[in-house]
Each structure stands twice: as C-alpha cells, then as structure tokens.
C-alpha cells in the first residue's frame, strides 16, 4: 500500500492504493479541531496523573509522620505539571520539614526514598497508563518516546514528546476510522 499527498488540493489530500483509491479529505479546522482533542486528553492525563501523585506524596508524608503533610502533597500535585524541575522542588519542602522536626538525617532520608518510589511508580506506571486510558496512546510509546527524543533533544525531547505521541495517536485513530471496512 502507497500513500501520497497532493499539495496542489487545499487541505491536501491522502491516497492510499492497493486494490482500490481511498481518498480522504481534511480541512484545516479537521486538522486543528483532531489535535485540539488530542491536547485536550493529553492534559486530562496530565491532571489525573498530577492527582495520583499528589495522593501517592500525601499517604507516604502521612506514613512517615512529616508536618504539614497535605500542604506538601497539594504543593506535589501542582507541581507534577512542571516538567523536570516540579518533582524536584516539591521533594524540598517536606524533606526540610522532616529534618527541622526531628533534627536527625533518617527521616530526611526516608523523604528521599518516598520520593524515589513516587518517581519510579509515576514514569513507569501512572503516566503510561493515564496516557493510555484518556489519549489512547499505547504503554511501550509512553515509555520509550520520551527516552529516546530526549537523547537526541535533550530536555525539549522529554518535554514533548507526551503532547506529541497524543496527537499523533489521534491521527492515526482518526486515519484508521476513515479505511473502509472489509
């Protein structure tokens, strides 16, 4: 099967060939209104993802008995939106709290590996997933997109490639909803 673009066409259009010609035309506002959808999942994943997080810190500073411990969880859930640096600042807080409140450098320790289970859980099991159920983009992608656009764009790549991968995946729903059956 071939594919071709005919930019001469306003709006373009795509041919796929084998047996038969299947031509399918988008306009602009299709294209816009498909990667609108797109976004808009991406960023319902985002906030779902930002809530378990947000839940994940606030049983964790519970169990290990840190003050304030639903103010540095909220402060987590809305700092998960901040790609790289939102996770990092919001282990600072409740990792100053722990070592100001027992004045020892086990609980800030026990902060420490919170945080690293919080990551661990969130990169490799809640992100895919909530990527999964509201952009539709499949587990192993949500994986290793983001690892290899950010060996070649290192932290652009990383930024990206979430909001990417769910357009991309809209298009490509949207391209295999239009094939004819049969």
Known sequence: MSFSIDAAQPGG??????NSTLRLDMEFGDHLRTTGRALKNWAIAQALDSLAVGTLWLAGLYILHVPWAPLWALLAAVLQIVPHFGPILALIGP??????AWKDWQHPVGVLILYAIVVVLDGFLLQPYFMRRTAKVP???????PIVLGIVW???GILLAPPLLAVIYAFKARYHKALPQG
Request: charged fraction near 0%; proline fraction near 5%; hydrophobic fraction near 75%.
């Open 139 to 145: 587990i192993w992608a949500s994986i290793l997109v």
């Open 95 to 100: 990792a100053l709290a722990a070592m100001m």
């Open 13 to 18: 259009i795509l041919n796929a060939q084998s």
């Open 154 to 156: 290192p932290f652009w």
